[in-house]
């Protein structure tokens, strides 16, 4: 299934106009004598003034628009039309209204995207102006949807620009763009997402069950230099993103508090929405912000941001002398550590750090005896998987390291955080890393990222034309997969797996 376009659920504060009746008198052309006499274009684009006719409802502004289908209605299609085939037409079945002369002269104008065309009648001066597209206020249709079909596209308005004009296509400039997102397009995101916002949260209150949201922070760019923090919060059993916040790291004194502060704007955003189970990552500003302002909430931890740490410990640990034998074990230790939480009933802490610590006396081929009320390994008879003693000990060290121990009493079993990554990965679709924004830039970029994932959060999978689902696979970056032409691949194409 196509995903949805966010083009269609977005509007746009200003009216719209017939192609050429409403066009002033100052703007048409009305010089030139041969059929073909065509001005110069104005090496400069054009400046735009925005109407302030908004005065029109939602729902009038949407209907007038927008469409419920992802495609334009047939009546209401773009094409690409070469200036030599509009000339062709032009001199094939042109003629004065008034006279009905066939010499008709004609100037151009272009203005980005839009074409203006002054028809005059020869014989009898009668003149008509056309242009090739509508306006929405004062502006033209092509132009303002170019730069929001490039914007909610999460596109690079750069290189959409150089590729039209490679193709010979009238556009117009960057600036131009900026401006367009600056003064209507940054407006309309802002109002949508305050909309859905509003409809979510108080969705949400309505329901019975507990609510258990998640949150978790991204950084603009790769290492400690980051300029603007993002920190979503979302509902994990409906998977929809329920606020987002933009952090800029010159207001919190550095980028290491701009997740912190990103997680209080967001309940300090979202007040009057009570959540009952709050999970994140072991950041330390986090745990002892929600212990000492949201005593109410329950903080828990997601497994994987621990397992990570817990197996960068390990991995360093087996480079040590007389470690080399750990190696072997680290994968088997991470795994474990979900199993002991997955497999614990909700609250049974001791019974999770029991299960976990185990793992200490199973590397030295002991399966049972175990202190606590996890006593005995759950498998069969094991040869020849014991560990060093030097390496069991430094495994031990960092297996039962104190605050490790304390913060898996806190690990989620039931929700994870997984689907806050997941989403993080589609925003850098649309505000990649290696770009710099503006903070309105970055904001519009964040807000389009999580109106595009709600919309998008629970499509149907896709499947075969017989109903078989299928499925993408992705190989680790050091897994070379050899495709049918004989070269490596990390991707393999589409394919349908059995259940």
């Known amino acids: 299934m196509n995903q949805k376009n966010l083009s269609i659920n977005l509007y746009f504060p200003f009216r719209f106009k017939g192609c050429a009746a409403e066009a002033s008198e100052s703007e048409l052309i009305s010089d030139g004598d041969s059929e073909c006499d065509i001005l110069d274009d104005d090496p400069e684009d054009l400046d735009y003034v925005m109407s302030d006719d908004s005065d029109q409802s939602m729902d009038e502004a949407a209907s007038a628009t927008a469409t419920d ?8 299609r773009i094409y690409f039309i070469f200036w030599p085939c509009l000339v062709q037409l032009l001199v094939s079945w042109c003629s004065c209204p008034s006279c009905g002369s066939r010499r008709v002269a004609w100037t151009r104008q272009e203005l980005g995207t839009m074409l203006k065309l002054s028809l005059r009648c020869v014989d009898c001066g009668h003149c008509n102006p056309w242009n090739s597209q ?13 730069s929001a079909g490039i914007l909610f596209a999460g596109a690079t308005p750069t290189k959409v620009l150089r590729v039209l004009m490679h193709m010979g296509t009238a556009v117009f400039s960057l600036r131009t763009f900026f401006r367009h997102q600056q003064k209507v397009l940054h407006g309309a995101v802002m109002q949508l997402w305050r909309e859905r916002q509003m409809w979510m949260l108080s969705a949400l209150q309505t329901e019975d069950h507990e609510i258990v949201c998640g949150g978790d922070g991204r950084a603009d760019s790769l290492g400690h230099c980051a300029k603007y923090g993002t920190y979503t919060m979302m509902e994990l059993r409906k998977k929809a993103v329920i606020d987002i916040q933009t952090v800029q790291s010159n207001e ?17 955003r979202i007040k009057n929405f009570v959540a009952d189970t709050l999970i994140t990552d072991r950041h330390v500003s986090i745990k002892k912000y929600l212990r000492e302002k949201h005593p109410d909430i329950e903080h828990l931890f997601d497994i994987w941001h621990i397992a990570k740490g817990l197996k960068k410990k390990l991995q360093a640990a087996a480079q040590l002398k007389g470690c080399n034998a750990l190696k072997g074990w680290v994968a088997s230790i991470v795994n474990h550590l979900y199993w002991s939480v997955v497999s614990s009933p909700p609250h049974e802490r001791e019974l999770v750090l029991d299960k976990f610590q185990s793992v200490v006396y199973h590397i030295q081929n002991q399966h049972q005896g175990f202190p606590g009320r996890f006593t005995r390994c759950l498998h069969g008879p094991l040869q020849g998987r014991n560990c060093r003693k030097l390496a069991a000990m430094e495994m031990e060290r960092i297996v039962c390291n104190p605050r490790l121990l304390k913060d898996i009493c806190q690990l989620s079993s039931s929700y994870q955080t997984s689907t806050i990554e997941a989403f993080h990965s589609l925003l850098n679709h649309f505000a990649p890393k290696m770009i710099s924004f503006s903070f309105n830039g970055m904001e519009c970029m964040t807000t389009l990222a999580a109106l595009h994932f709600n919309e998008n959060a629970h499509r149907a999978q896709s499947v075969t034309e017989d109903g078989a689902p ?22 393999q194409p589409m394919v349908n797996l059995p259940c």
């Open 470 to 491: 299928v499925y993408g696979l992705h190989y680790p970056k050091y897994k070379q997969v050899a495709t049918s032409s004989g070269r490596s691949s990390r991707k």
């Open 69 to 76: 289908n992802p495609q334009m209605d047939q009546d209401r």
């Open 252 to 268: 919190v004194g550095g980028s290491y508090h701009m997740e912190g502060e990103g997680l209080a704007r967001s309940l300090q």
């Open 134 to 146: 509508p306006y929405f206020g004062r502006v033209a249709a092509g132009n303002i949807l170019l």
